[in-house]
Nanobody
Framework: QVQLVESGGGLVQPGGSLRLSCAAS????????MGWYRQAPGKEREAVAS???????SYADSVKGRFTISNSNAKNTVFLQMNSLEPEDTAVYYC????????????WGQGTQVTVSS
């Protein structure tokens, strides 16, 4: 089984920055895409950003220009640099990995809380 471990969440003031990390561990798989989703209380989980093993990135309109997704050289760790944070960014952020283990399957991290408040 693939394990995704997230870190970097916390409390930050509006306009501040935060960097999330997600490390994938295990064996017998190759990563196609890693990304971040978020879910605020009472709201649907939404895609935030993703990056492929070929370093193609994609962003939700709400975070374009503020968030940057990147990965490690080994492609087993994904980062989300969040700048100019707004209260609307408050949510639980989940790491997602789409991997190939003979077939395509998606894995999820446990989630990390990001709270933007003064």
């Amino acid at each position: 089984q693939v394990q995704l471990v997230e870190s970097g969440g916390g409390l930050v003031q509006p306009g501040g920055s935060l960097r999330l990390s997600c490390a994938a561990s295990g064996s017998g798989f190759s990563i196609n895409t890693m990304g971040w989703y978020r879910q605020a209380p009472g709201k649907e989980r939404e895609a935030v950003a993703s990056i492929t093993s070929g370093d193609t990135t994609s962003y939700a309109d709400s975070v374009k220009g503020r968030f940057t997704i990147s990965n490690s050289n080994a492609k087993n760790t994904v980062f989300l640099q969040m700048n100019s944070l707004e209260p609307e960014d408050t949510a639980v952020y989940y790491c997602n990995a789409v991997v190939k283990r003979g077939y395509i399957v998606a894995y999820w991290g446990q989630g990390t809380q990001v709270t933007v408040s003064s």
